[in-house]
């Protein structure tokens, strides 16, 4: 369970890199809502402490537990869709959507949680059946595998957090060793399907899609004529432009603030980066984007130098998490996507999001401590 380690095989690095970052969003935070400011470094305080306990253990033991992993993931989601009460740790309905456990003002998102235990899973499954990944046996087992937590989350309704776990499932995947041959087969299918399916949604009578996600569509489609459902982004853009090259800086009471005008919603989440892009500028931004990509990069690199193919995949995994969440939430702020809530990793407001992700570190660093040389 526990290992004696080697002081300099531990990546300071990374954790300067992971604090930095973390540091920044809590200042950003802090500009945005103050009331969110101290929640979040209780959640640094709370993800450093599980960060280094994880660092400590011997990841390879907890693997050996992969198949409740998997099940205590299930066990999570299942439960946030039970009414809640006040005496009990059950699901809790946030403006219509049940994604939230709770319990004596502590609340919970199990699907954030999630993306790590897939992770962690599919590390330990992938490492078990390594040999025969490209076998239709073994792929359609993964697909199942994959498709039921997946379900779980699209019907609280998350959607931008079910593609999010697809697409680092995806990840995992295909650095486990997936053939070539069925990438292609794969996107010879996959590029006329998602033809037909943009056929069908811009359709008036389409039922493939919720009204809301096809009103976010649209709005980024033509801001314009669906201004009521475009204004977030639009307002979001301007803020991010505004603050030009270096910005109109940190708690700033101008009048021409987009974000002291209250025109962002939730400027403390998902539009965390717009707040960067006005106070911080250019310059700020950039230094986010490279710590982000550092943060990227150093997990990779611990990932190739793993002794065990698991932790290959747990690293390559986190990678793709943090990077994934990145492009996609700085593609939504800047407009280059539609209307999605994925955080910003390390800097975006969230207890769940901040603590899963330390916990993600925390196994990094552990693969770390057990590079190839021993």
Known sequence: ??????????????????????????????????????????????????????????????????????IGNLVLLLLVKIPFTSISILGKNVKGATRWMEFQGFRFQPSELAKLLLILFLAKFFEKFQEQLNTWKILGLTAVLVGIPLLFI??????????????????????????????????????????????????????????YQMRRIMAWLNPTQYADDAYQQQNSIMAFASGQLTGKGLNNNLVSSVKNGSFIAEPQTDFIFAIAGEELGFVGCAIIVLLLALIVIECIWIGRRSREFSGTLICCGVAGYIGFQTFVNISVVTGLLPNTGIPLPFVSYGLTSLVTLFMSVGFVLNVGLQPKKY
Request: charged content about 15%.
């Open 154 to 211: 699209k019907e609280q309704p998350d959607l931008s957090t079910t593609i999010s776990v697809a697409i680092i499932c995806l990840i995992v995947l295909y650095v486990a060793g997936l053939s070539y041959k069925i990438i292609g087969a794969v996107l010879a299918l996959a590029v006329p399907s998602v033809i037909i399916f943009l056929g069908i949604i811009f359709q008036p009578d389409q039922k493939l899609l919720d009204e």
């Open 1 to 70: 369970m526990f290992k004696r380690y080697e002081l300099r095989d531990f990546r300071f690095r990374l954790l300067l890199y992971v604090y930095t970052l973390t540091v920044l969003g809590i200042l950003l935070i802090g500009s945005a809502d103050k009331s969110y400011q101290n929640k979040q470094v209780v959640g640094m305080a709370l993800g450093s402490f599980v960060m280094l306990v994880i660092a400590c253990l011997d990841y390879t033991w907890i693997l050996k537990f992969y198949w409740l992993i998997y």
